[in-house]
């Protein structure tokens, strides 16, 4: 073999290299996207299902006579929704978004402020036999 | 604040929710655990207010939109009557809804501040979370605010029914799916609010064919939904606190709907369907009842006599109590009766009033203690030795043919064993049957005594004799 020969074939391996670094980098990212997608979305569905046996077994010991306050504690606690209207009106871009999220807040606040005080009214009747 | 830090204040809200859920274990821990809530909401809000990008203006704008609400919420959790529970809850409900439709819009309008895309190129998945944010949301709005004006009283609670109501709601349901897949493809702000408009038309109709007596196992479901369109954002805006606290109270609301169905042995499906109780309310309601035995009315002042003598009482409320508003005055009935050395417990049906737990905190408002007030399964065997049963505005929930008569269509479910006291009292405003349409057999049974009128004014009128 002599040195000409080497020398095209080395040319010849490294241009075949240099496109498979392409090719690799194309999957790359054409990839990304989709694994970046799809890493959070079941990591938060991970959480979502563990809460969901979470709730399930706090509930279940929850005493029937409470069920009233129950309802209350969970109708205060959903509406922490109210991170989310946090978050549009104070750092969405665009009027419209701005104002969605105050109406948003605005709605969230009378059940967060509604619902703890209701369900502290119903749990402050409860009392023992001779209390 | 850092992403760190403001993810570590939302993982230690969600065990404050939790601990508050799980605080209600008792009575005792109960109030701890309501406290635990609201400093788990606290640390909620605090946090996000130090998420980057916040400006001097928008931290101005929530702090007024939290001012404004909480001083209504608080407002109207003050002064609300306890006996006004039920409707209260349902508009709560509705607002979590209506919240979380503009949170979904907000995100919609405004991608980029959420990190779900642009402006019109949002990601594929977060327009499927977004479309069921949306979609579950604005159905919990619309039917929580029937659900309101049925408990309110400001439109009947008697169900709403008309042909071909279920294929309506069939199509609609299809329609709404056809709606969020093409608004997933295209990305249009129309199909947005379109989706949005008709969810809260089908809120609107799959809760208006649902009866009054339903009405537990509605609000139930509501506060379920509340908590999945909570979830819904959450995983639209990738917000763990969302995700984990719609998932508690979504299991919450799952389960006591699922109590609430098991206590009146039908399925959920069979309640959302509606029309329970119409066709034959009306027409039991007439009353053939020509070939019974007579009736035994009785006057308030036998009943304080036979009760005066009695060694073991035990009081059955139901929501005829609660619409009469005669808790207070039952429990100074109860007060005398002790003095004459009466045993007095409370049984509670688990679909006894308008929301699940209503009679316990009714009767915790009038300083019923707690210990004396039983659940089904624990005081049933205990009316066999008991001398009088006293059946203060509930019905369907004593009656046996629930037991025996398997044409009757509250067949299989769970009742209150009345019959086995040696006399029974009812306190009811007229012969009508209740919810169910179905008559109640113990209104003519030999040991069986009526005592007709409003569930206040006899129960006044029994504590007067007894204090004679």
Redesign the interface.
Known sequence: MNPTELANQATAAAHRALELAEQARRMAEAAAPVAA?AE??LY?LT???L??F???H?????????????????????????????????????V???I???????????????????????????????? | MGATLSTLSYLVASVLFILALRGLSHPETSRRGNMFGMIGMGIAIVATLFHHGMGFGGIVLILAGLAIGGTVGTVVAQRIQMTALPQLVAAFHSLVGLAAVFVAASAFYAPESFGIGTRGHIHTQSLVEMSLGIAIGAITFSGSVIAFAKLAGKMSGAPITFNGQHWLNLGLGILLLVLIIVFVATGSGVLFWLIALLSFALGFLLIIPIGGADMPVVVSMLNSYSGWAAAGIGFTIGNLLLIITGALVGASGAILSYIMCKGMNRSIINVLLGGFGSEGGAAAGGGDVGDRPPVKAGSPEDAAYMMKNAQKIIVVPGYGMAVAQAQQVLREMADLLKKEGAEIKYAIHPVAGRMPGHMNVLLAEANVPYDEVFELEEINPEFADADVAFVIGANDVTNPAAKTDKSSAIYGMPILDVERAKTVFFIKRGMSSGYAGVENELFYRPNTMMLFGDAKKVTQEIVQALQR
Do not use: E, Q
């Open positions: 997608a959070p979305f938060l959480i979502f299902l809460a969901c979470v709730g399930y706090v509930v279940w010991n929850v005493t029937p006579a409470l069920h009233s306050p129950l309802m209350g504690v969970t109708n205060a606690i959903s509406s922490v929704i109210v991170v989310g209207a946090i978050l549009a009106a104070g750092t969405a871009d665009g419209a978004a701005r969605f999220g105050f109406i948003a807040v605005t709605l969230a606040a009378v059940n967060i402020f509604g619902g703890f005080m209701v369900t502290r009214r119903m749990l402050a009747m409860f009392k023992k036999k001779g209390s």
